[in-house]
Nanobody, 114 residues
Framework: QVQLVESGGGLVQPGGSLRLSCAAS????????LGWHRQAPGKQRELVSF???????NYANSVKGRFTISRDNTKNTVYLQMNSLKPEDTAVYYC????????WGQGTQVTVSS
């Protein structure tokens, strides 16, 4: 029913920046919490950040001060601006839309390496 299409992943050097985008279909976007998880090789999936319908946000301690989540309800899109990237940020990043049934994006690879 709901499709989440991610873009913006890629290879970046330590200290660099990357912006992830996730465009969601459906008319309920503005009412739902949106966010990002990530999973690194050999690690459990972790919650990176989420943004509620009222615009309030939360961040994992590991990314606080470096990442910024935002949403544009007119475009049905959630963004994750990632600055000062570190090798430990390397992971597959998945966007999600919370609701009666949580929807997930397909995942996009972020690799931080020199």
């Amino acid at each position: 029913q709901v499709q989440l299409v991610e873009s913006g992943g890629g290879l970046v050097q330590p200290g660099g920046s990357l912006r992830l985008s996730c465009a969601a279909s459906g008319s309920i976007f503005r009412f739902n919490t949106l966010g990002w998880h990530r999973q690194a090789p050999g690690k459990q999936r972790e919650l990176v950040s989420f943004i509620r319908s009222d615009g309030s946000t939360n961040y994992a301690n590991s990314v606080k001060g470096r990442f910024t989540i935002s949403r544009d309800n007119t475009k049905n899109t959630v963004y994750l601006q990632m600055n000062s990237l570190k090798p430990e940020d390397t992971a597959v990043y998945y966007c999600y839309m919370a609701g009666p049934v949580t929807s997930w994006g397909q995942g996009t690879q972020v690799t931080v390496s020199s």
